[in-house]
């Protein structure tokens, strides 16, 4: 029975081998940090005791539907009270919900204190479009917005590729700053454990730890107006040495671009 139902989770709950969602997937993306790990254990525990759980009932239910139909107990019992069995079906609903919370705070207290940080950034939710802040790496800071459809190149996800990545190093510990410049936005990213509201006139924080280099994708996941569907939030996880490559190159290319804009301005 143990092995069907670890069976039964895996099969529900497997990842897939990617960093974004694909078509007909059911369970989480693939963990890529220690948060995002401990949701998807936890969720699997959950699944487990759930489906033995019901799997007890329905046999239950089964078996008093067959004992004790009329055909075969003719003559009901008149009993009314078992005290034995009324203090064994409270007690462990009891106990199963102990085995289940604690777990779940011991998640809850992962996600929300943030450990010391190697490196800090400062995240931004407009309409339509998100503002990264690098304020450790010279204030470097940048726009990212989704790129049409019809501009996409070839193995693009639509709705999921952006002009300026969110660029971060792996195994560092991450603490990110999310606000909002006009109305409520979220910044979310499932294979890393993130999602954090961006609220206007106020600073929310949370964290992330990526355990090794790729290209991961989400989107704004609050209702935001009629450009909610086009926030894409795409982060590219490189090497320590790579991150520090990209920052003195993107100090320069952002420069320039911002020069450019001011002189058109004027």
């Not at 700053?177 to 929310?204: E, I, Y």
């Not at 320590?240 to 990209?246: G, K, L, M, Q, S």
Request: net charge negative.
């Amino acid at each position: 029975m143990k092995i069907f139902l670890f069976l039964v989770s895996i099969f529900i709950s497997l990842p897939v081998l990617s960093n974004g969602a694909t078509d007909w997937q059911l369970g989480f993306q693939e963990p890529a940090s220690p948060v995002m790990q401990s949701v998807f254990d936890l969720h699997n525990f959950v699944l487990i005791m759930m489906t033995a759980i019901t799997v007890f009932v329905l046999f239950l239910l089964i078996y008093v539907s067959i004992r004790f139909r009329k055909k075969a107990n003719p003559t009901p019992s008149k009993r009314t009270h078992n005290a034995l069995l009324e203090t064994l079906w409270t007690a462990i609903p009891v106990v199963i919900l102990i085995f289940m919370a604690v777990p779940s705070f011991k998640l809850l207290y992962e996600q929300d204190v943030i450990p010391e940080a190697d490196m800090t950034i400062k995240v931004i939710g407009h309409q339509w479009y998100w503002e990264y802040q690098y304020p450790e790496h010279d204030d470097l800071s940048f726009e990212s917005y989704l790129i049409p459809e019809e501009e996409l190149k070839e193995g693009e996800p639509r709705l999921l590729t952006v002009d300026n990545r969110l660029v971060l190093p792996v195994n560092k510990n991450i603490h990110v700053l999310v606000t909002a410049g006009d109305v409520l936005h979220s910044f979310a990213m499932p294979s890393l454990g993130v999602k954090k509201d961006a609220v206007p006139g106020r600073l929310n924080e949370t964290w992330m730890r990526i355990d090794r280099p790729g290209i991961y994708r989400g989107q704004c996941s609050e209702i935001c107006g009629t450009g909610h569907g086009y926030m894409p939030v795409v982060i590219e996880a490189l090497s320590e040495e790579e991150f520090a490559a990209w920052v003195n190159e993107a100090k320069n290319e952002f420069a320039e671009l911002n020069n450019r804009t001011i002189a058109l301005s004027k």
